[in-house]
């Protein structure tokens, strides 16, 4: 498992980096982050019928898929400690850890997908999609915690709906006999497409 660096520099909003000084920043800083905080993560597969996903979005993509793999991975909470302790240090190398540390989870989400595949080999996978992903809302995000057992990763749920620690993931991945479309791809499918940073930055996330 790989931390993408240019996955981190979209997050932090980068749109050029003409001598390659901060993409070399980020790469010596991306080996503590690995090292340090490597991604935790639960799956468990769940009959679709069960799962009753509310919203257009997890119809679709679910519509051909008679199970369904809820997933959680998250970086920890000594992950967000070791980011508020750069901010009051250097906030320049707490942003780049900011960033960093989303590309890792991303990663370690991958590498759950990764999994799920390897274990169900006859089966097709449909996109991952979470929690604020076109009209999933994120009042769901409980009820996929309380699934995976995330408590045991130290993963909960704010009064917000948001995850804490803050670099947590939680996710959805249908599993069908046969191969399925690439569904949720474009800002236009993302709850954040009105605020997001990334966008207006013009460095989407490619998700």
């Not at 979470?130 to 009820?143: F, K, T």
């Amino acid at each position: 498992m790989q931390l993408n660096i240019d996955d981190a520099l979209r997050y932090l909003g980068v749109r050029s980096d003409p001598n390659g000084s901060l993409r070399a920043q980020m790469d010596a800083l991306s080996g503590e982050v690995m090292a340090q905080h490597p991604p935790r993560s639960l799956w468990r597969l769940m009959d679709v019928s069960a799962l009753a996903l509310p919203g257009r979005t997890a119809e679709k993509i679910l519509a051909e898929c008679r199970q369904a793999a809820v997933m959680v991975c998250t970086l920890g909470a000594a992950f967000d400690a070791w980011v508020r302790a750069e901010q009051s240090r250097d906030m320049r190398r707490a942003v780049m850890l900011d960033a960093l540390g989303s590309a890792w989870v991303e990663a370690g989400c991958d590498a759950v997908e990764n999994a799920i595949r390897a274990r169900f080999p006859g089966m097709y996978l449909t996109d991952r999609f979470s929690p604020g992903y076109g009209d999933l809302p994120l009042e769901v995000q409980p009820l996929l915690l309380d699934i995976t057992g995330a408590r045991r990763i130290g993963v909960t749920v704010l009064d917000s709906l948001l995850m804490h620690p803050q670099k947590s993931v939680s996710a959805v991945i249908g599993l069908a006999d046969k191969p399925q479309k690439a569904r949720i791809r474009g800002c236009a499918y993302c709850a954040m497409n009105k605020t997001c940073s990334l966008r207006k930055a013009g460095t989407p996330c490619g998700i």
